[in-house]
């Protein structure tokens, strides 16, 4: 069976609504394999030393749930998200700190694990719940229509992206770390990336999530205006390039050689490159402008977290074609 | 005639490249045939013909001329790859099975030299004159 980590993480929100978040994960139906707390807060506690986290943790332990209370580094959840994605897990079920999924969603969700699937997401109810009726969860009717999970699901669906809280295929695709700390979007950004890699998203019926939107504490708690501008535009770049295969080739002359062998075979490419008399293309720095983050292109950083051992030419095969 | 591209890359740190053949000076005197020597400006000449800073192109047109060539790890190999034409690879602690290409001679001393993460800077990897073949073993394949 495909292992599953379930990551949580939290700010300002040690005695509000992680409790109920952690008893929630303890009392699924389908336990994950392991639970790990990224702490993102300023002045973190061991939790230890806490009677009631003591009782969590000791009732994961007889669960048989591995767990992890990890300090995270203050940059944003997206950060916190990408070491998740890169644990060597199968699969990751995101779960925020103040979203509390009811017992069956984990189950529910794992169903429809598959070779061609990337996610899998649940409602996310926000009472007052909004009407979906007509929502489709296509990346095209963002800005017009409610988001298909912000009420209940009641067929199976297919969808471009996700929100909130959902089940992911892991080390596949990863989180834009170009975003500011309020990480705006930055799951639309990445489920939307895991579809058009070519995985199918899903949104499944019978996995509920209320997602209370507490207004202390929480992960992009105290941030400012600039970031939202920020992160939308790079949202906005990224979807605007959708129907492109971004390139970026911040690399060595002998690698845009290499990676020129492959270029006719890649659909529609929108090249970025060192070396345009090799590979033309736009330049690097305007990658970096308009996608914050070139390090999911970064080949060398790709080799050494698969584990390469086959050829330059295949690793460039397996990242853009 | 036989083309040779020594050097790879100048490191960031001013310490030399792990990727350089050490005894470039040794082999070039037991070949009895033209060579030139291509690189950039700054890198040390061996042979009376030394082309510099040459565009891809004229790279391109030396290499349908030449007989074959002998390179490091270097973009040099990839590019004569490209080109279809086989020659020598030189290597030393960076595997041949990832960065090389099957079509070339790659002349590797021992898989015990590869370091052990292929993919980390070069600057964090101390110059080894001992991972590489010996002149003769290069000779031999030219």
């Known amino acids: ?321 | 005639m036989i083309i040779i591209s020594p050097y790879s890359k100048a490191l960031r740190n001013g310490k030399q490249n792990p990727k350089n053949y050490p005894y470039w000076r040794e082999l070039i005197a037991q070949i009895k045939e033209p060579i030139i020597q291509i690189g950039i400006e700054g890198e040390e000449q061996l042979t009376p013909d030394f082309r510099k800073n040459l565009p891809i192109a004229d790279l391109k047109a030396l290499l349908r001329e030449c007989r074959t060539w002998i390179s490091c790890d270097s973009f040099f190999q990839h590019l004569a790859w490209s080109e279809g034409k086989p020659g020598i690879s030189l290597w030393s602690v960076s595997d041949p099975l990832i960065f090389g290409h099957p079509q070339n001679i790659n002349l590797l001393k021992s898989r015990k030299y590869l370091r052990e993460n292929q993919f980390l800077w070069w600057e964090l990897v101390e110059y080894n004159a001992d991972a590489f073949v010996p002149p003769e073993v290069v000779l031999k394949n030219v």
């Open chain 1, 1 to 321: 069976m495909d292992k599953i980590l379930c990551s949580v993480a939290t700010r300002g929100r040690y005695f509000t609504t992680l409790p109920l978040v952690l008893n929630a994960i303890i009392n699924q139906t389908r336990l994950p394999d392991k639970l790990i707390i990224f702490d993102d807060n300023d002045e973190p506690k061991d939790m230890r030393n806490e009677m009631l986290y003591q009782y969590f943790f000791q009732m994961l332990d007889i669960k048989g749930v591995k767990w992890e209370w990890l300090f995270a580094e203050k940059k944003g959840q997206h950060h916190i998200h990408q070491m998740a994605n890169s644990m060597d897990f199968e699969w990751v079920w995101r779960v925020d700190d103040d979203a509390i999924p009811e017992p069956n969603v984990l189950e529910s969700l794992a169903l429809f694990i598959a070779p061609n699937v990337g996610a899998i997401g649940g409602a996310i109810l926000t009472p007052p719940l909004l009407p979906t009726n007509t929502s489709t969860g296509h990346i095209a009717n963002i800005d017009s229509e409610n988001n298909i999970q912000w009420n209940f699901i009641s067929t199976v669906k297919e969808v471009e992206h996700l929100h909130c809280s959902f089940l992911y295929r892991a080390g596949v695709y990863d989180f834009n770390l170009g975003l500011s700390r309020k990480a705006f979007r930055e799951e639309t950004l990445f489920t939307h990336g895991l579809f058009l890699k070519g995985y199918k998203l899903f949104v499944a019926p019978n996995a509920n999530t209320w997602h209370f939107r507490n207004p202390e504490g929480g992960i992009r708690s105290e941030i400012k205006e600039e970031m939202f501008w920020h992160d939308e535009q790079i949202f906005r770049n990224t979807l605007n390039l959708s129907d492109r295969t971004i390139v970026v080739l911040n690399s060595g002359l002998g690698d845009h050689i290499v990676f020129s062998k492959i270029l006719p075979e890649i659909k529609n490419p929108e090249l970025f490159t060192c070396y345009p008399e090799v590979v033309p293309g736009r330049s690097i720095a305007e990658a970096q402008r308009l996608f914050g983050d070139i390090e999911p292109w970064n080949i060398y950083k790709k080799m050494d977290s698969w584990k390469w051992k086959d050829s330059l030419e295949s690793a460039y095969r397996k990242l853009y074609l």
